[in-house]
């Protein structure tokens, strides 16, 4: 999942900075970032997460953030806990999220007035905040409100979601394919998880959501079948067909072969 064309996002996301001054970022659908323009954190929240009850607060914020949006499959629009207004919205494919795109850390011309918060901020970093607070950019909300219609006809166009689904609406058929063509080789979760470069739980996620099963049941199920095949159609000897399928101990393939099929590889050949 790392074939993310992450040139082209940014320059779709520079192209929207460009028209509205607003600070954007795209994540994966596991909330991790992809890229942003025009930096990962204002001035201004940089310094406020230097305080570890403030990161804490802004941290507890983007989650709740994900999570509602997660509920609901639709934007979720709030401000922060130091009243920044800020947006998330679901990148959707087969009304599934697959990534998404965030707008934040702005101030609104009714937000605009430091006194309105700084109670609410460290008092030792209150000086740093209130000047960093006057460089965030102010903006009406009816353009925060047109801005935010285009970031949900942005999350809607497909060529959005081939930049981040490109890998995530194939990687059932990349699994399946790859399996087929080494059947007779190691398949280990080990060998996938180097192959596809994702991790352990990754991997076991991935075949939960797409196969409703664990990698070792896909894989047995996938040799059983294909020597259900070569049975049908071949007059191989079965314990050439058991080496073909990945599973040269003949005993364990005719074991498991009828605990599946309720009869062994020779009784399925002549039925």
Same mark, same amino acid.
């Given at each position: 999942m790392e074939n993310y064309n992450l040139q082209k996002m940014q320059d779709l996301l520079k192209h929207f900075y460009n028209?509205?001054? %607003?600070?954007?970022?795209? &994540?994966?659908?596991a909330e991790n970032e992809l890229c942003f323009y025009p930096e990962k954190l204002s001035p201004f929240c940089s310094l406020l997460r230097t305080d570890p009850e403030m990161n804490e607060r802004c941290k507890n914020c983007d989650q709740r953030a994900f999570t509602e949006c997660k509920k609901t499959n639709k934007q979720y629009v709030y401000t922060c806990h130091v009243g920044l207004l800020e947006c998330v919205s679901p990148i959707l494919y087969?009304?599934?999220i697959i990534?998404? %795109?965030?707008?934040?850390?702005?101030?609104?011309?009714?937000?605009?007035?430091?006194?309105?918060?700084?109670n609410h901020l460290p008092l030792n970093l209150r000086k740093k905040l209130a000047k960093c607070f006057k460089d965030l950019p102010t903006i009406e909300m009816n353009k925060i409100n047109s801005a935010i219609?285009? =970031?949900?006809?942005?999350?809607?166009?497909?060529?959005?979601?081939?930049?981040? #689904?490109?890998?995530?609406? !194939?990687?059932?058929i990349l699994l399946d394919e790859y399996i087929n063509q080494h059947l007779t080789e190691d398949l280990s979760i080990?060998?996938?998880?180097?192959?596809?470069?994702?991790?352990?739980?990754? %991997?076991? #996620?991935?075949?939960? $959501?797409?196969?409703?099963?664990?990698?070792?049941? &896909?894989?047995?199920?996938? !040799? =059983?079948?294909?020597?259900?095949?070569? @049975?049908?159609?071949?007059? @191989?000897?079965?314990?050439?067909?058991?080496?073909?399928c990945g599973i040269p101990d003949y005993n364990y393939?005719?074991? %498991?072969?009828?605990?599946?099929?309720?009869?062994?590889? !020779? $009784?399925? !050949?002549?039925?």
């Open positions: 028209l509205t001054s %607003i600070k954007i970022c795209i &994540y994966d659908n087969n009304n599934k990534g998404y %795109i965030v707008i934040g850390q702005i101030k609104t011309t009714n937000q605009s007035n430091f006194s309105h918060i700084e219609k285009i =970031l949900d006809a942005c999350t809607g166009y497909e060529y959005l979601k081939n930049l981040v #689904s490109s890998n995530e609406n !194939r990687i059932d080990t060998s996938l998880c180097t192959h596809f470069h994702f991790s352990h739980s990754e %991997i076991y #996620s991935i075949f939960k $959501e797409y196969f409703l099963s664990t990698p070792a049941e &896909y894989i047995k199920m996938r !040799r =059983l079948k294909t020597a259900c095949s070569l @049975l049908k159609q071949t007059d @191989l000897p079965v314990n050439k067909i058991a080496q073909k393939f005719s074991k %498991i072969f009828k605990s599946v099929f309720g009869m062994s590889p !020779r $009784e399925f !050949r002549k039925s």
